[in-house]
């Protein structure tokens, strides 16, 4: 059981090492990178010239503990990443998935900023 997790991990890694050969964040356009665990959903947007992190959302916020890692929590997740990208306006990013399949929660977290306006 161990090893499969492993594995699965180190695939997820690989593909994730891949995808970022070309995904670069920035200022005009940073990178709006999501990440997902059994107990949360995190988002960030990062300018990756500057190395700095620009907007951040999680479910383990304070006011957002309330949201779970299921595909409801995760569109809410995102329409809330849209609404504070919307108040620094930040209009356009680049998406990365992180190695994740987009599918699911990754899938649902994008489609959430999109509905606040964001464009990727």
Known sequence: M???MLEKDRKRQKRKTHIRKTL???????R????????ALYMQVIDDEQGH????????????????????????????MGKRLMEKNI????????????????KAMADGARKAGVQF
């Not at 670069?24 to 940073?30: E, F, I, L, M, S």
């Not at 957002?64 to 995760?74: F, Y």
């Not at 209009?91 to 990754?106: I, M, P």
């Open 53 to 80: 992190t620009l907007v951040s959302a999680s479910t383990l916020e304070k006011d957002m503990r309330n949201l779970k890692p299921n595909l409801g929590g995760a569109a809410q997740l995102g329409e809330i």
């Open 2 to 4: 161990l090893r499969k």
């Open 24 to 30: 670069v964040g920035t200022k005009a356009r940073p």
């Open 32 to 39: 709006l990178s999501v990440n997902r665990s059994n107990k």
């Open 91 to 106: 209009t356009t990013v680049v998406f990365d998935r992180n190695g994740y399949l987009y599918h699911g929660l990754v």
